[in-house]
């Protein structure tokens, strides 16, 4: 099966710096990869998708890396702001499955 | 536009029990799934619906069990309720089914005592 991994439970950074949040998966037929953002109180928001034939994509302020070669990916968030802290997940999905697989996420504090 | 309702927001239930969660996703999704969340696992799949039909099923027991009805609202249902069942359970509906932008309700909120 799927399994998702961040690799930070906690990351603090200084506001206007840039954050990287990183995640790792198993499964090499993963062709399908979404960050979400998961503030207290509310449900997962989607922030950017990457597809397994993309190695990079960008959004605003926010840019996602895909390295199939090691099962990686990151999120950077450039100029952290106060509104940024919140729990970010990972999720992927594999080739002929819809299932999403959820990281257990990572805790991100900005410091004013 | 109004986004995933789920109802009710909270809910306290005793171990033995049994639960229905519902969730009316937004207007013209037709795709629900539901995802349980707890501080050890995080967000685990529970199953996916699309027109009033389960396409796909997580690695829950039996007790947890859903549907969809014509109008794309979802329910799911637990049985015989846990300790361990108690969580946050978040419902996301997306346009089509395996459509990857799913948007997230904020939750059902359940404390099984």
């Known amino acids: 099966g799927e399994s998702v991994g961040l690799h930070l439970p906690t990351l603090s950074v200084q506001e206007g710096d840039n954050s990287i949040i990183n995640c790792a998966y198993s499964?090499?037929?993963?062709?399908?990869f979404i960050w979400y953002k998961q503030e207290s109180g509310k449900g997962p928001q989607f922030i950017i998708d990457i597809r397994s034939n993309m190695d990079k994509r960008q959004g605003q302020r926010v840019t996602v890396l895909l390295n199939k070669t090691v099962k990686h990916l990151s999120l950077q968030i450039a100029a952290t702001q106060p509104g940024d802290s919140a729990v970010y997940f990972c999720a992927a999905r594999r080739a002929g499955s819809y299932q999403l697989t959820f990281g257990k996420g990572t805790k991100l504090s900005v410091i004013p | 536009k109004a986004g995933v309702t789920q109802t009710p927001r909270y809910l306290i239930k005793t171990r033995g029990q049994q639960v229905t969660l519902s969730c009316s996703p937004i207007?013209?999704?037709?795709?629900v799934s539901w995802y349980q969340q707890t501080p050890g696992q995080g967000l685990q799949f529970l199953f996916e619906?699309?027109?009033?039909?389960?396409?796909n099923k997580g690695n829950f027991p039996g007790r947890f069990s859903g549907r969809q009805f014509s109008n794309s609202r979802s329910e799911m249902n637990v049985s015989t309720l846990e300790l361990g069942d108690s969580a946050l359970y978040l419902c996301?509906?997306?346009?089509?089914?395996?459509?990857?932008?799913?948007?997230f309700g904020q939750g059902t909120r359940l404390t099984v005592v």
């Open positions: 996301a509906s997306s346009l089509a089914l395996g459509n990857t932008e799913a948007f």
């Open positions: 619906y699309f027109s009033e039909t389960q396409r």
């Open positions: 207007s013209g999704h037709r795709s």
């Open positions: 499964n090499s037929a993963s062709d399908y």
